[in-house]
């Protein structure tokens, strides 16, 4: 198998990375071995499960379905990213608070999708919700602590719990 | 501590200990790992389902001097995987007895050699014929395990069976069928293995019973307990899925580390974990059942049969709770018992959230709309003239001396479903519509904790200590793995020490630092190990208020303070305590009789259910559950057991197929084995009642199996409400109900086509 490496150039959670390896390595083991950034996923490596879900120039993407050379120039946000010098945001306190997290292996999948989702639509309903995280699986939650968790982040805490109660 | 006091921490919504961690993406799971000049390791697998090995031959164009390469011949001690019976394996010696079954290993530095390296391993086989299913078990004429194929069998009688069917007004019999589960916990299993002559082995994993694995390499490795080190690894998701696999992955992860000297990393991919780890039992469970003219329970005859793969790993454990769960949380004086576990040739089957009761309250819960249908009674009527009720005996004789609240339970779901009014509807609108909807229900019990002796055979040991640092640490082999172990034991230690909540630490699940306080299974952890933490605080405070003068009021402050004393001029401040069973628990293991469990969780469920008569596919549009689970101790996280055992329910009822082909699963990949989706999961409405349980953590029972035992009857019995038609099978995914559906109506025009 050849290991001819090219120079991949990118930027990674706002910062300027060069990195030198097999141009169809995929993103996810680009992030997981060359840069150690180790919260991203990887569940079932065909890009069914979303735990390896990344933002590449503001699209949401499988990480593992991502060959480095596409990669190259982009802008990449993990979810480390989210969470600037380990500073929890709204969406990572919703999370805590309405049980969003359990085993947390889909988890920083499952926030990034929550964050793009709130990215394009900052007052999303419970619909729009569960259809902008329809691509990525928790097997702990069954989703209820999740939808109430990105609503929380988007609408506050009272609301959230109405939207779910209503949508019942 | 009264199990009803008043309380600070427990019952109320605290973060959940290791929250912030997995938010932040800095929870280490074990592929997250790594070790100094680490190798990889793959395992080169059976390709047949059974049969003899004839020769194993290396590619000569691979350099296999650059490759570690473990065979059985090299296990220093018995190869045998350490679990109830040692029958299976750790690597096959010259015979497989199911697809994919381990036989050989490779460790390289450079992950990528790997697959094509175990590609070049050609493997041949003189082949022998393999068994399937139940019923090919059963006949005997091909013997696969033991002298007669049967892995388990429980005989049960209460009363007398055959004095009732000569007059029962009702006899109704029915057979039932569930398919294999997988768990697809989103993290594959995974290990890394240290080996070193002097240190022995060390391994860290994904994994639910460090002590599970330890007691497994012992026995591999011939190795003193000094010399044996199991560390649990952030756990992503497990349900029973790495409650025994974990040992045998240690035990070859730590053999190649011993051949090449070297730490060994071994980290599955979703096809090799589909493929060759457990899933949960199939079964077949027939019922004939005696009732008088109200619809009374006079006799239950049921024959309980399960599929539990090559070897028979837990297959014993999970029959004894499927024949205890059977006859349901119904009062009948003559039931007879019979149930079966079976050997096949595909991958053994093994614990999986329910164990063994999922397949069962199926079964009644299924034939209880069966009888209500035949009898021309309401289902919920039927279930309420039958419940057991406080002071009635179970099948084993238990006496019911804990509160049973089932008519209540019953009472909530109905109204905050508005049961009949919705029934009502969807007769009046079915009939002109391509969806017709229905609703069905579920009554079950969930026993806590082992069966029987199970707890007193455990002896669990567990205990507090508090650390130089002023931290109070938790000292269980209990994991965490979603459900809250952390969350929960450190809430009840912060609680019964009167401490702040963020003074309390778990130690690490690290075989080499607590003691063995029994596997996290059996929905046990609150309630057994729960107890053991309170008494252990409790102990705590007592030698701190005799020899470190705490007084009856302190600050946490204080607290440590004291602690600091008592170091200083005792030593350690730790306090452990073992298991006690509760006074008057007695076990019968040979008859089956007594205390089968020493608390009963119990639920109603309700599901409300659409089926689309011209796409056969049926979907949960709302559910309603309301348990009493004894007390609750953390709101949050017990709603999302709740929820998650839920979605896993509608999983197994109408989305997950295990397909096998020649013993193997041929739909090993999460693009064809399908589990719900966000899209998919209805409003699920969940309701506590709680009358707390004295021998438990603060008055806690069981709870993390209970939420998945009945969604998929109570949607089995919607489908029936909605088209008339009962199905005895799951999983029903949309072309099972297509067939159910057209044979119902053979010879008939379907009513809406």
């Known amino acids: 198998m050849s290991q001819a490496r090219a120079a991949l150039h990118f930027t990674v959670n706002g910062e300027e990375r060069v990195v030198h390896v097999p141009p169809m390595k995929r993103l996810l083991d680009v992030l997981r071995e060359d840069l150690r950034l180790t919260g991203t996923k990887e569940g079932c490596g065909e890009g069914e499960c979303g735990s390896c879900s990344v933002r590449m120039n503001g699209e949401l993407v499988n990480s593992c379905l991502v060959p480095a050379l596409q990669a190259d120039g982009a802008c990449v946000e993990t979810v480390e990213g989210l969470a600037p010098e380990g500073k929890l945001q709204a969406l990572h306190l919703a999370f805590l608070k309405f049980g969003g997290a359990q085993c947390g292996i889909c988890t920083p999948g499952m926030l990034v999708a929550a964050a793009h989702l709130l990215a394009h639509n900052p007052r999303p309903s419970l619909a729009e919700v569960r259809e902008g995280l329809a691509g990525n699986l928790c097997r702990c939650t069954g989703f209820v602590r999740i939808f109430e968790s990105v609503l929380a982040a988007a609408h506050g805490n009272d609301a959230a719990r109405e939207k779910i109660a209503d949508a019942g | ?753």
């Open chain 2, 1 to 753: 501590m009264n199990a009803t006091a008043k309380t600070r921490i427990v019952g109320a919504p605290v973060p959940r200990k290791e929250g912030v961690d997995k938010l932040l993406g800095r929870a280490l799971y074990v592929d997250d790992l790594e070790r100094p000049e680490m190798w990889h390791g793959i395992t080169v697998r059976s390709s047949i389902p059974r049969g003899k090995i004839r020769s194993i031959e290396f590619d000569a164009c691979i350099d296999w001097s650059e490759f570690a390469v473990v065979t059985a011949a090299d296990v220093p001690g018995k190869n045998r995987i350490q679990l109830i019976v040692a029958d299976q394996p750790c690597l096959a010696e010259n015979a497989v007895n199911h697809c994919d079954e381990a036989i050989l290993l490779l460790a390289h530095p450079n992950k990528h050699k790997l697959r094509e390296a175990a590609a070049g391993v050609k493997i041949e086989y003189d082949p022998l014929p393999a068994l399937f299913s139940i019923e090919a078990s059963e006949r005997g004429d091909v013997i696969v395990w033991g002298e007669d194929n049967l892995l388990k069998s429980f005989t049960l009688e209460k009363g007398d069976v055959d004095s009732v069917w000569a007059n029962a007004e009702h006899i109704i019999e029915g057979e039932y069928r569930t398919g294999a589960q997988e768990h697809l916990y989103i993290e594959n299993n995974g290990m890394i293995a240290e080996w070193n002559a002097e240190r022995g082995v060390t391994v860290w994993g994904s994994l639910q019973c460090p002590y599970y694995v330890f007691k497994s390499l012992l026995a591999v490795f011939a190795l003193t307990e000094d010399k044996v080190r199991v560390i649990q690894t952030e756990t992503g998701g497990a349900f029973g899925g790495k409650e025994d696999y974990p040992s045998t992955l240690a035990c070859h992860a730590a053999l190649l580390a011993m051949k090449c000297g070297h730490a060994v990393k071994m980290f599955y991919d979703r096809m090799e974990d589909l493929a060759a780890t457990t899933k949960r039992h199939p079964s077949r469970i027939r019922h004939r059942t005696a009732l008088d003219r109200h619809g009374k329970l006079l006799a239950m005859d049921i024959e309980l049969a399960t599929d539990g793969g090559a070897y028979s790993t837990l297959s014993s454990t999970v029959l004894s709770r499927a024949t205890l769960h059977a006859p349901g949380p119904y009062a009948c004086a003559n039931i007879r018992l019979r149930s079966r576990a079976w050997a096949t040739n595909t991958v053994p089957y093994g614990a999986f959230r329910g164990f063994g009761a999922p397949q069962a309250i199926f079964a009644i819960e299924r034939h209880m709309d069966e009888i209500a249908a035949a009898m021309g009674l309401d289902p919920a009527e039927l279930r309420r003239r039958n419940f057991l009720h406080t002071g009635d005996k179970n099948t084993t004789e238990q006496e019911m001396r804990e509160p049973v609240i089932l008519d209540e339970l019953l009472e909530r779901a109905l109204v905050e479903s508005d049961y009949y009014a919705r029934r009502a509807g969807f007769a009046r609108e079915n009939p002109t519509s391509a969806v017709k909807r229905g609703m069905g229900i579920s009554a079950y019990y969930h026993g806590s904790g082992f069966t029987g002796s199970g707890e007193r055979t455990l002896n669990s040991l567990a205990g507090v200590e508090v650390t130089r640092e002023g931290v109070v640490r938790v000292l269980v082999s209990n994991t965490e793995f979603g459900q809250g172990t952390n969350t929960a034991l450190t809430q009840i230690a912060a609680e019964t020490l009167g401490i702040h909540y963020d003074d309390v630490t778990m130690a690490p699940p690290d075989t080499g630092i607590v003691p063995n306080s029994g596997p996290t299974v059996a929905s046990r952890t609150v309630m057994v190990v729960g107890k053991l933490i309170e008494r252990a605080c409790l102990q705590l405070l007592a030698a701190l208020g005799e020899h470190a003068e705490l007084g009856e009021k302190f600050t946490s402050a204080e607290f440590f303070a004291a602690c600091d004393r008592y170091r200083a001029a005792r030593g350690k401040v730790e306090s452990l305590c073992r298991y006690e069973a509760p006074p008057g628990v007695y076990w019968d293991d040979e008859k089956y009789r007594g205390e089968a469990y020493a608390a009963y969780a119990w639920a109603v469920q309700i599901a409300q259910v659409a089926v689309d008569m011209v796409t056969y596919s049926a979907e949960v549009e709302e559910f309603w559950s309301v348990q009493e689970v004894g007390r609750v101790l953390h709101p949050v996280l017990a709603s999302g057991q709740i929820e998650g055992g839920i979605a896993q329910g509608i999983g197994y009822a109408l989305y997950e197929k295990v397909v096998l082909q020649n013993g193997r699963m041929a739909n090993n990949q999460m693009t064809n084995y399908i589990m719900p989706t966000a899209e998919d999961v209805p409003p699920i409405h969940v309701y506590f009642e709680e009358i707390p349980f004295t021998h438990g953590g603060y008055g806690a029972k069981g709870i993390g199996e209970l939420p998945h035992d009945g969604p998929a009857p109570a949607i089995l019995n919607a489908i029936r409400d909605a088209t008339g038609v009962g199905v005895c099978s799951i999983p029903l995914l949309p072309e099972d109900l297509f067939k159910a559906l057209i044979a119902a109506t053979e010879f008939e025009e379907p009513a809406v086509l």
